[in-house]
């Protein structure tokens, strides 16, 4: 029998790396520039991990003004906001451990490609990691669609082998989005979704450290 190749898909913001700061700039130039009133701190720190198009239209921006809503974020962010970020302490440490153990991992993030590869490049996270996923630039897919394309990476990497991976992310849409592909999925709770939003979600643990990710991820993609 052919043992099953391992695999950690993860999220990003909010789950490798805190980039809340330069996406709230952002959030509120965005609003600023459409003319609408931003909302409160905490509801633009929500806006880190979810598609963007989704926060806008959940937060009272109406769809005559998304898409220059959109374009307000994208370019404050491109401009400031991609670089506001670092990485959560002890995430370089587990995935070390979960290269080591020969877990393949792969980011899968809503966050657009274009900003997604070289943040990780620049916070030193690339030679961590085996492959990013990352939206269009329009950010239009939704995160089981991204997931989806992560998981064809996969299979084009391991070929005929089974594999055998869990989703681990922050907000409920990191684990709709792998339970529209059968996944399991570990929730960050260093990130900004909470323990309420994941476990309604129908996440299948709660973590909440770095440093419990990966006895938790290899209990889950051993065997």
Not at 164 to 191: F, N, Q, T
Request: overall charge negative; some cysteine; charged content about 20%.
């Amino acid at each position: 029998m052919t043992t099953a190749r391992p695999v950690a898909l993860l999220d990003l913001d909010g789950t490798l790396m805190d980039s809340a700061s330069g996406i709230v700039a952002a959030v509120r130039s965005a609003y600023e520039g459409v003319g609408l009133p931003a909302p409160s701190e905490a509801v633009m720190r929500s806006f880190a991990g979810p598609p963007i198009a989704w926060s806008f239209t959940t937060h009272g921006v109406p769809a005559d003004l998304l898409d220059a809503a959109i374009a307000g974020y994208g370019d404050h962010f491109s401009r400031e906001g991609v670089w506001d970020t670092r990485v959560f302490d002890g995430i370089p440490d587990a995935l070390a451990a979960l290269r080591d153990a020969g877990v393949l991992l792969v980011v899968a993030t809503a966050k657009p490609f274009r900003w997604a590869l070289p943040i990780c490049e620049e916070v030193g996270l690339s030679p961590l990691l085996d492959h990013v996923v990352g939206a269009p630039d329009d950010e239009s897919e939704t995160k089981g669609q991204i997931i989806g394309r992560a998981l064809d990476w996969v299979r084009g990497t391991v070929g005929d082998a089974p594999v055998r991976a869990v989703m681990l992310g922050d907000r409920e849409h990191d684990v709709h989005g792998a339970a529209d592909h059968g996944l399991p999925c570990l929730g960050a709770l260093w990130g900004y979704g909470g323990e309420d939003e994941l476990r309604a979600a129908g996440a299948v643990d709660v973590l909440a450290t770095p440093a419990d990710v990966p006895a938790a991820v290899l209990a889950r993609v051993s065997g």
